[in-house]
């Protein structure tokens, strides 16, 4: 008979089929095009003493990637419970609806690791007292270590990925925070295992589709400039792979040359490098929603 965890790690492993959601690829496509957009506005703004301005398109861009990556998890977490997968319109419209208990339940979370945090700052400002100082230090040093480094791997493995995928399978913010002290108390070590296969996967995915991209570019610049003639320099050529636009390329000293032949080059470009943030996203956000489920059905 299967062990539960064995279970739950074959659920995990299944995160890979992610890209497979062409619904969720696509709006999170969408996304991260028109944060891109919103972040070169602001680039813009800034450049020219627009601060405010720029504040704002930074503003909008971030919102659109919170907003976006919500109905992706919806879509996502759709297909983690073997459910028909909602349209990318109803998902952001829901997203728009409930994406604020994400955001109340980390606020939670980040104001009670505060008080941590300043309880620690006191003691270690009460160290330059006299006689106290040095043995307090000798207590503080080795607490404030496990202290700061527990709340950080809690973080990592526990309220950054999970909180997302309890308010998409429908937890309001309360929920969420039981959900977290109730794996804090009892399950930890499970989660940690669980997340970190789900790191793993999705280091492995970025490492292929890195693999793909960086081959595939220098076989087609050799291809375009040396067999088919194509007159752009090659640095050139890749600049929107690697994530360039215009003002990137200009601030690297790379002029840009061969007109609307050399701005075709940057946009499609920029559609591979986009293409190549959103495969492995999809698979972490995939693995998070397998992990969430996985630990509420062992519940």
């Keep these: 008979m299967t062990s539960p965890?064995?279970?739950?790690?074959?659920?995990?492993?299944s995160s890979i089929d992610a890209p497979r959601n062409l619904r969720a690829l696509y709006a999170?496509?969408?996304?991260?095009?028109?944060?891109?957009?919103?972040?070169?506005?602001?680039?813009?703004?800034l450049s020219r003493d627009e601060n405010l301005m720029g504040a704002l398109w930074m503003g909008l861009a971030l919102a659109v990637?919170?907003?976006?990556v919500n109905a992706t998890g919806l879509m996502l977490m759709d297909q983690a419970r073997g459910l028909p997968v909602r349209d990318p319109q109803d998902a952001l419209s829901d997203a728009l609806r409930g994406a604020h208990r994400v955001l109340l339940a980390l606020l939670a979370c980040l104001a009670l690791g505060s008080v941590g945090v300043l309880v620690l700052a006191g003691l270690l400002w009460?160290?330059?007292?006299p006689w106290v100082g040095a043995p307090l230090l000798a207590v503080v040093l080795p607490a404030g270590v496990l202290l700061l480094g527990g709340l950080a791997f809690v973080v990592v493995i526990l309220v950054g990925p999970l909180a997302g995928p309890a308010v998409w399978a429908g937890q309001r913010s309360r929920g969420v925070l039981t959900f977290?002290?109730?794996?804090?108390?009892?399950?930890?070590?499970?989660?940690?295992l669980l997340m970190a296969a789900v790191y793993l996967l999705t280091t492995l995915a970025t490492a292929a589709v890195s693999f793909v991209v960086v081959t595939?570019?220098?076989?087609?610049a050799g291809l375009a400039i040396l067999g088919a003639g194509v007159e752009l320099p090659a640095r050139q050529l890749l600049a929107g792979v690697?994530?360039?636009?215009?003002?990137?390329?200009?601030?690297s000293g790379v002029p840009l040359e061969g007109g609307n032949l050399?701005?075709?080059?940057?946009?499609?470009?920029?559609?591979?490098?986009?293409?190549?943030?959103?495969?492995p996203t999809l698979v972490y956000l995939r693995g998070c929603c397998a992990v969430y489920l996985a630990l509420t059905e062992e519940a």
Aim: a positive charge; hydrophobic letters at 60%; proline letters at 1%.
């Design 5 to 13: 965890l064995l279970s739950a790690l074959s659920r995990v492993l």
């Design 180 to 192: 977290i002290r109730g794996r804090l108390r009892h399950g930890l070590p499970e989660t940690a």
């Design 65 to 68: 990637a919170f907003f976006g």
């Design 216 to 220: 595939g570019s220098k076989l087609l």
């Design 262 to 279: 050399g701005l075709a080059a940057l946009i499609g470009g920029g559609v591979v490098f986009a293409l190549a943030l959103v495969l």
């Design 242 to 251: 690697m994530g360039l636009g215009l003002r990137g390329l200009s601030a």
């Design 126 to 129: 009460a160290t330059r007292w």
């Design 28 to 45: 999170l496509l969408t996304c991260f095009c028109f944060a891109g957009l919103m972040l070169a506005m602001a680039q813009s703004a």
